[in-house]
């Protein structure tokens, strides 16, 4: 399972387990080597494992180079897939909606390696996934957001019904722009929930990949504990 810690992947892996046609043996994310956080979530790894123990799946963690290049990012997930493949694995989950390029670039790099995508939440509408999401009990807690779409109080809330209704219009309900991120503290897929706080509020600038004005994000950076 690819695993952000996020709203979607949680959704999609209860989809998978709920569906006996799938043995999820675990759960992978890719880290920053330089702040030992999951990349645009901010959650630290800490945290991360946390919540892996709480659901009760092994957590692989791939530790990327604070600057990544896409060749060396392509290297290190072709290398880890491939031993996952030896390994036996024959598919990974993806929590991906509707975005047709990200599906086809993960579709392309698996290719060659022999592993099958699955994509459980593709095409469905993101206020159904949304209400799927907390109909079934989940919940989660906004941990990243773009701060030229969502100002500082967006993030640090809990994700309900009511947050929902706040977000600007043009934004997805389901962040799946990258306008938010979350992490899910509890849920159907868990042994047992996990309680967090947030400890403080940090803005971020990055280089704009396209050019111009740098990108900023509000980041919660939160607590966590059994």
């Given at each position: 399972?690819?695993?952000?810690?996020?709203?979607?992947?949680?959704?999609?892996?209860?989809?998978?387990?709920?569906?006996?046609?799938?043995?999820?043996?675990?759960?992978?994310?890719?880290?920053?080597?330089?702040?030992?956080?999951?990349?645009?979530?901010?959650?630290?790894?800490d945290v991360l494992k946390y919540q892996a123990d709480a659901i009760g799946i092994p957590?692989?963690?791939?530790?990327?180079?604070?600057?990544?290049?896409?060749?060396?990012?392509?290297?290190?997930?072709?290398?880890?897939?491939?031993?996952?493949?030896?390994?036996?694995?024959?598919?990974?989950?993806?929590?991906?909606?509707?975005?047709?390029?990200?599906?086809?670039?993960?579709?392309?790099?698996?290719?060659?390696?022999?592993?099958?995508?699955?994509?459980?939440?593709?095409?469905?509408?993101?206020?159904?996934?949304?209400?799927?999401?907390?109909?079934?009990?989940?919940?989660?807690?906004?941990?990243?957001?773009?701060?030229?779409?969502?100002?500082?109080?967006?993030?640090?809330?809990?994700?309900?019904?009511?947050?929902?209704?706040?977000?600007?219009?043009?934004?997805?309900?389901?962040?799946?722009?990258?306008?938010?991120?979350?992490?899910?503290?509890?849920?159907?897929?868990?042994?047992?929930?996990?309680?967090?706080?947030?400890?403080?509020?940090?803005?971020?600038?990055?280089?704009?990949?396209?050019?111009?004005?740098?990108?900023?994000?509000?980041?919660?950076?939160?607590?966590?504990?059994?």
């Amino acid at each position: 399972m690819s695993w952000s810690g996020g709203k979607d992947s949680a959704l999609a892996l209860y989809r998978c387990i709920n569906d006996h046609n799938h043995n999820i043996v675990g759960l992978v994310t890719t880290i920053n080597s330089s702040t030992n956080r999951v990349s645009m979530h901010g959650v630290a790894l800490d945290v991360l494992k946390y919540q892996a123990d709480a659901i009760g799946i092994p957590l692989h963690v791939i530790t990327l180079p604070e600057k990544c290049s896409m060749d060396e990012y392509e290297s290190i997930m072709g290398a880890f897939m491939s031993r996952m493949k030896q390994d036996g694995v024959e598919g990974v989950v993806f929590g991906d909606i509707f975005l047709e390029d990200i599906r086809k670039y993960r579709e392309r790099q698996l290719e060659g390696i022999g592993i099958t995508p699955i994509f459980p939440l593709w095409g469905l509408a993101s206020a159904e996934v949304a209400s799927q999401f907390l109909d079934n009990h989940f919940k989660s807690i906004i941990t990243c957001v773009d701060s030229d779409l969502l100002d500082e109080s967006f993030v640090g809330q809990f994700y309900t019904s009511a947050y929902i209704e706040k977000l600007p219009g043009g934004v997805d309900p389901c962040g799946e722009n990258g306008e938010f991120h979350s992490f899910v503290t509890a849920g159907p897929i868990f042994q047992k929930p996990i309680e967090v706080k947030v400890i403080s509020k940090i803005r971020k600038e990055y280089p704009n990949p396209q050019g111009g004005n740098p990108k900023t994000f509000w980041f919660a950076d939160i607590a966590a504990s059994k």
